[in-house]
């Protein structure tokens, strides 16, 4: 009797986890209620990431990133390289999202289109804690064909905080090997009111699953339009920490972006 009661109660609390809590269906509004994927019909504009999750930008990471003005500045080597990066986005159903990274341009040192992306998304788990599928494909416009795997995931930990996460596996079909990456992204962004969004981000890169990249950045913004338009800025050190590294902290090399996203519904 005691263990159907403790049974029952566990369904009970998954219950309340998964089905009880409201569900996020769209993006407009706030930024720590948006959901995982867009609502049906609503088209997005990526002039910066859409979120610091799975698109988090300067990272160590070679896919979702190359969304938005990034300006990386490697002091030691006094090299600087800027990219500027347009996607596309659309909502099929409440849960299906395809979209993709159209016009991404390589500024500096030479001038040059880099690689195209595009990808789909379904939400499969909705609620207080949503989980995904994503596929993404770099296409070879610039180096190399590229194909990412993985579960991105949301958690609306509070109100107005939210937990983007996930893995991602990264196959780059480099010659003359082919190259296996794990990426494990986590931001933590609050809303600032209604109009404003504030967060941290870290997360694992396992580069070729051997040498392991720790990131670690801020960004911010403004919300405006309803939740419909989105200035972003972020300041983030790519190889914050490294496995490989005599010394294990990397300051020296940084990187500042810019981003406006905009969502029409």
């Known amino acids: 009797m005691l263990r159907w009661q403790l049974g029952s109660r566990a369904a009970v609390a998954l219950a309340v986890l998964f089905v009880a809590f409201p569900a996020w269906a769209d993006q407009i509004g706030p930024y720590a209620g948006r959901s995982l994927t867009l609502g049906q019909g609503t088209f997005r504009i990526d002039g910066g990431p859409p979120d610091f999750g799975y698109f988090h930008p300067g990272g160590p990471q070679w896919i979702n990133e190359n969304r938005g003005l990034r300006v990386r500045r490697d002091e030691g080597a006094r090299q ?20 993709g990274l159209i ?43 590229g ?30 090997h082919t190259i296996v990456s794990l990426d494990a992204p986590l931001a933590l962004t609050w809303d600032i009111g209604r109009r404003g969004l504030l967060g941290m981000r870290t997360g694992m890169y396992f580069r070729d699953m051997d040498v392991l990249v720790v990131p670690a950045g801020i960004h911010g913004g403004g919300v405006l339009a309803d939740g419909r338009v989105d200035l972003l800025g972020w300041f983030m050190w790519p190889g914050f920490l490294g496995s490989d590294r005599d010394h294990a902290f990397e300051l020296r090399t940084f990187e500042l972006g810019f981003g406006v996203n905009a969502r029409i519904d």
């Open 80 to 99: 600087t390289w800027v990219w500027l990066g347009l996607g596309l986005a659309y909502g099929i159903t409440r849960d299906i999202e395809l979209g």
């Open 103 to 145: 016009l991404p341009v390589r500024v500096r040192p030479d001038a040059d289109i880099d690689d195209v992306e595009l990808y789909g998304r379904f939400r499969f788990l909705e609620g207080t804690f949503e989980m995904g599928a994503q596929a993404t494909v770099q296409l070879p416009t610039q180096n190399d064909l």
């Open 147 to 176: 194909l990412g795997l993985g579960l991105p995931m949301l958690v609306h930990a509070t109100d107005d905080m939210r937990i983007d996460t996930g893995f991602e596996f990264e196959i780059l079909f480099f010659e003359p």
